[in-house]
C-alpha cells in the first residue's frame, strides 16, 4: 500500500489526532542524492541520502542489482529512495513524540491556541495572527502549558 493510500484512509477515517503526514514527512526532506558503487564482481549499488530541514541525513539500505546486465539507474534510484523514506518515517514519528511530550501531551496548536488566549494577542487580525504562529512553531514563543 502506498504512503498516499495510507493518507487517504487516515483520512477517511476521520483520524484526527497528532501525526506526521504525508504532506510534513515530504516537507521535512530538502535533499536527496543518489550515490553508486560497482563492486569488484560488478554488482551495482544505489544508497539514498535524505537531508531534513535540520540538516540531518538518513540512508537506508542500498538497491542492488545482481547482474550488472539487469541494472537499471531509474529503478534502482526509486528503490533506494524508498528504503532510506522507510527509515525516515520513525525517526519523525519519534520527533512527533518527543514534542507532545515536552509540551504535556498537547499538540502545537493546541499550544499555539492557549498562548493566544492568555497573551492578549486573541483579538489581532489574522495577518498578525499568522505571524505569530509562525514565530511560535519555529520556536520563538516557547510558552508551553502542562
Known amino acids: 500500500m502506498s504512503d498516499k493510500d495510507i493518507e487517504q484512509q487516515i483520512k477517511s477515517k476521520g483520524l484526527t489526532a497528532a501525526r506526521v503526514t504525508l504532506d510534513d514527512f515530504k516537507e521535512n526532506i530538502v535533499n536527496t542524492e543518489i550515490v553508486k558503487h560497482v563492486s569488484v564482481s560488478g554488482q551495482v549499488l544505489r544508497w539514498a541520502v535524505l537531508t531534513t530541514k535540520n540538516g540531518f541525513a538518513v540512508t537506508g539500505r542500498p538497491s542492488c542489482s545482481a547482474s550488472s546486465e539487469n541494472d537499471d539507474a531509474e529503478i534502482g534510484e526509486q528503490i533506494a529512495i524508498e528504503n532510506a523514506e522507510n527509515e525516515l518515517w520513525p525517526l519523525m514519528g519519534y520527533a512527533l513524540k518527543q514534542r507532545l511530550h515536552d509540551s504535556g501531551g498537547h499538540t502545537e496548536e493546541e499550544n499555539f491556541e492557549h498562548f493566544l488566549s492568555y497573551s492578549g494577542f486573541h ?15 519555529d520556536g520563538g514563543y516557547a510558552l508551553q502549558w502542562k
Open 123 to 137: 483579538s489581532e487580525s489574522d495577518e498578525v495572527i499568522e505571524k505569530l504562529r509562525k514565530a511560535f512553531s
